[in-house]
């Protein structure tokens, strides 16, 4: 863990620090491909709490998001179009999301003293473990 500390830190000293010119028209696809690597990040730390978590979904879909959104804002930009708009709208929708039941487990795992995973049931049967946690959250509050 320190180690991952260590390294956000270098990063970000390094990126204030070294002087690194940017092109206007490329940074509408950093941009692009930001947002896309946050909502991988946010989603793999959701399902992190959610016990979902699997490392090969985390870099393929990480890895994915940021190329098709690149690609669709590139193409965009090649038609004229605005295409990117559409990735950082679904993206702002995701992040929001992701940010929300985060912060949901977070305040029920504080509430029930100490961090613990989520109260998610683990029925093989069913799929949909996303559901089952909201219907259990609902059941609680009445």
Partial sequence: MIIVVFAVLLGILLGLFMP????????????VGIFAALDSV???IRSNFEDEYDSKIFISGFLTNIIISMLLAYVGDKLSLP????????????????ISVIRRILIHSGSRGGRT????KYNKKSKNRRYIYYTS???RKK
């Fill in 20 to 31: 690194v010119p940017s092109n206007q028209v490329l940074s509408l696809y950093f941009v």
């Fill in 42 to 44: 946010l989603g793999a």
């Fill in 83 to 98: 295409l990117y708009y559409a990735a950082i709208f679904v993206f702002g929708i995701r992040l929001f999301s992701n």
């Fill in 117 to 120: 995973k989520s109260r998610a």
């Fill in 137 to 139: 959250l609902k059941k």
